[in-house]
């Protein structure tokens, strides 16, 4: 998220009613359920099993699910995380991307990034309540390793002794007379 203190969003509760709003990213969510500042001024807290999803929105401009909506990947993501299939209680399923850290799954909800990354959509947060099954579809970029440092090197010493003539030895010489 950005450094706003607050976020728009629409939250999207399970009998299809909308709340358009507005969301602190680092306070919205609650024991007790989501906390939202309407367009009207008033501050409501909706428990978690009533809200099947949070948008994060860039407008309000539209409804954030409608039918031109994209709701799964056409192929494999290119962004860095977890891509995941997340099925609400109604048997809808929607793909996104995860952060690959297992920690953020103790949170009420999972927070993710939708297909369509031009959309007026920019995440969706799903409380764990509103879901059937949460499936793991892919790991998408590299593990966190550490990249490998060069061990340094002596100056001279790049070549190492591996063509060094030993004491015993003399030096080749090159031919006088041409081999043909």
């Given amino acids: 998220m950005s450094s706003s203190t607050t976020k728009k969003v629409y939250l999207r509760r399970f ?3 909308y709340i358009e709003g507005y969301v602190s990213p680092a306070t919205f ?11 009207s001024a008033q501050v409501i807290v ?8 949070l948008y994060f929105v860039r407008d309000f401009e539209g409804l954030p699910d409608g039918d031109e909506e994209k709701r799964v990947f056409g192929s494999r993501p290119k962004v860095d995380g977890l891509w995941v299939r997340l099925t609400f209680r109604d048997d809808e399923a929607y793909e996104g991307v995860i952060a690959n850290d297992l920690l953020a799954l103790h949170d009420p909800g999972v927070l993710f990034s939708p297909p369509d990354a031009n959309s007026n959509t ?4 799903v409380p764990h309540a509103a879901l059937k ?15 490998r440092t060069r061990r340094k090197v002596e100056p001279g010493k790049e070549q190492g002794d591996l063509f060094a003539a030993s004491s015993n030895e003399r030096p080749a010489q090159p031919p006088t007379e041409p081999p043909f």
């Fill in 15 to 17: 009998d299809r009613s």
């Fill in 29 to 39: 969510q609650r024991p007790d359920g989501v906390e939202i500042l309407k367009r």
């Fill in 46 to 53: 909706v428990p978690y099993h009533e809200v099947r999803a």
């Fill in 122 to 125: 920019q995440r969706i947060y």
């Fill in 133 to 147: 099954e949460f499936k793991v579809l892919g790991v998408i970029g590299t593990p966190a390793h550490r990249r």
